[in-house]
């Protein structure tokens, strides 16, 4: 088997929140925003994140870049533990991993030109770049990503979000990364204007051999896009595997819940699933159920539910629950139980 470029094992991320009406001696609530998250992404390959809003897809993203301190491992090609490096060293490997944001406008600095945007990187990571070549470079990024060269000397005000975003593509892009994390790019653009978005990543893929993370609420856009997807709930990982296989037999009462909540093109698909949804609101983070943080909203919790489910693989991925199965059949077992 290939090392896998990027491993993340067991990563924590937990945030002290502390109320103005705390007393300064008392210790702060926790919220655990990433709770024991582990993958494995093969170079080349795109691995999708996905779940409700504020089940820590972006928390987990900054973690491995170390924008966030968190507990765990994140293996760089087999070899280095990024999270145990001291920020010096972690510069060698800044370039090897970029992010694109989702607000495209709000991420690039108003003051500076295109030009300067997208050249600040080299700046920072090739500092013997002569002032020609970075040029050279910044222009050959720019047609790259579908952008006029002579359009350099403008202000990020004066483009539009796509174009803004497309900026933001070659300013990552420049340092030539090998991982390239894009947390929700699309989700702030017109849909016209993500579908080019969209296919931008998808050629400059292809042509770049570029792994990616890819970050979306949009499942239709996350299964075009990604070879395997991660499912998260709660800071929770819920189910992972071969997007095809998670998007047509789904295993996890979740994953089921949410492919219920939208129309899925495939028509096949569409017909055969059955519909689950989920009961009650999203739990607070800061006090989520104990075992299974899916329990008080799963259709198909029982008693064992209350202790924490193994992750376990079922149908060639990794499911966390103790009643995995397609929904139609767990839930016939389950109802003559
Ligand atoms: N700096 C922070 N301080 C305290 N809590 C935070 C901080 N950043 C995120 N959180 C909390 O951590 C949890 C995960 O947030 P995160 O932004 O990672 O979610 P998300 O899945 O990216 O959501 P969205 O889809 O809305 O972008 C949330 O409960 C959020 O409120
Ligand atoms: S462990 Fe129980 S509550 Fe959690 S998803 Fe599975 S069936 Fe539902
Ligand atoms: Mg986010």
Redesign the pocket.
């Known amino acids: 088997m290939t090392t896998p470029l990027i491993e993340a094992r067991d990563i924590r991320v937990t ?1 002290d ?1 502390r109320r103005a009406s705390d007393l300064p001696w008392t210790e702060p609530p926790k ?1 655990r ?2 709770n024991g998250v582990s993958f494995k992404l093969e170079q080349g390959k795109t691995l999708g994140i996905v ?10 993203a ?1 973690a491995l870049i170390r924008m ?1 301190p968190a507990e765990g491992e994140v293996l760089w090609e087999g070899k280095t533990d990024l999270l145990t490096l001291s920020p010096r060293q972690m510069l060698k490997y800044r370039s090897d991993i970029q992010m694109i944001f ?1 607000d495209p406008l709000a991420s690039l600095d108003p003051r500076m030109t295109v030009g300067e945007i997208i050249a600040e990187p080299l700046r920072t990571h090739r500092p013997k770049m002569g002032r020609a070549a970075r040029k050279e470079k910044v222009r050959e990024m720019m047609e790259k990503v579908g952008l006029l060269p002579n359009q350099i000397n403008r202000y990020p005000h004066e483009f539009s979000g796509g174009q803004c975003q497309r900026i933001g593509i070659a300013r990552a892009l420049v340092v030539e990364p090998k991982l390239l994390i894009c ?2 790019p699309v989700s702030a653009l017109d849909v016209s204007i993500q579908a080019q978005v969209i296919a931008l990543l998808e050629d400059l893929r292809r042509d770049l051999g570029l792994t990616i993370i890819f ?1 979306a ?1 949009d499942l239709s856009v996350v299964r075009h896009v990604c070879d395997e997807v991660m499912v ?1 709930y709660l ?1 929770q990982m819920m189910e992972a595997g071969a997007t095809e296989k998670l998007f047509t037999e789904p295993q996890h009462p979740y994953t089921q819940a949410l492919l219920s909540a939208v129309p899925i093109p495939d028509p096949e698909v569409e017909r055969n699933k059955t519909l689950i949804a989920l009961e009650g609101d999203l739990p607070s ?1 800061l006090n989520p159920p104990s075992g299974c943080p899916l329990r008080t909203r799963c259709p198909r919790a029982s008693e064992i539910c209350a202790s924490k489910p193994p992750t376990e693989e079922v149908a060639g991925r990794q499911v966390f629950c103790h009643h995995p199965g397609p929904a139609a059949e767990v839930q016939a077992v389950l109802a003559e139980s």
């Not at 779940?51 to 987990?60: I, R, Y």
């Open positions: 945030f929140i919220l925003a990433v779940g409700e809003s504020g089940c820590g897809k972006s928390t987990l900054r966030l989702q947390d929700e970050i609420h998260l800071g983070p």
